[in-house]
Structure formats: C-alpha cells, structure tokens
C-alpha cells in the first residue's frame, strides 16, 4: 500500500498540520491532523510509508488534536486527543498558525461548493 501524508504548514515551535493517517477505511469528513514533533537522541528503525522500506528515524510525531471542517457552520472544530492539547498549552505562534491555516482552506473549501 502507497500513500503520502501532506503537510500543509511548516512547524511552528515543533507543532503541524497533516493529512491523517488512518488504519482501515478513513471516515467520510474532511480533517486534518495537528502533530507535535520530537527529536530522538537515538535513532529507531521505522518503515518508510513511501517506499517500504526500513530507514533511521531521529524524529518522531504525535497526534495533538484534530481539525474537522463542519460544513454548516463552514468552519473547522478543534477535536483534542484526550488532553494532549491542553497539555502542550501551544503558544500564540502555533494558534496562530493553525487559525491562518483554518481561514485559508475554509475559503478553498467554500469555493468548491
């Protein structure tokens, strides 16, 4: 199996927004991923999604929340994942950068109606 997960933002203070990655059949709405990134002192060995094959990681990411279009307010709802966004407690930087991100697939997602 191929895939690509995009990234839609650069990192902000180690946080970012990625298409989903999901284990079976994805559900039937539009959303994105808001990722925490890590540095490893020591490498792992991880499957290359692309290529399948194995490779040396020193990072790694984590699932921070969610953001969900909802198409009748036509705008995006922030689904945290337990409280791992309470726990980070992003900076005005990172909340920025998403609510940037918000506005401009919210306007491409209007004009393709």
């Known amino acids: 199996m191929e895939y690509r997960t995009k990234e839609y933002t650069l990192r902000v203070n180690g946080v970012q927004v990625r298409d989903c990655v999901w284990l079976g059949t994805p559900p039937k709405r539009i959303m994105y991923d808001v990722v925490k990134w890590e540095e490893r002192s020591e490498p792992t060995i991880?499957?290359?999604a692309v290529t399948g094959q194995l490779e040396y990681s020193f990072e790694n990411c984590y699932s921070l929340a969610h953001l969900v279009w909802n198409p009748k307010e036509e705008w995006f709802e922030l689904e945290g994942v337990g409280t791992r966004w309470l726990?980070?407690?992003?900076?005005?930087e990172v909340c920025d950068m998403l609510l940037e991100f918000c506005a401009k697939t919210a306007k491409e997602l209007r004009e393709d109606v």
């Open 46 to 48: 991880v499957v290359n």
């Open 87 to 92: 726990e980070e407690a992003p900076s005005k």
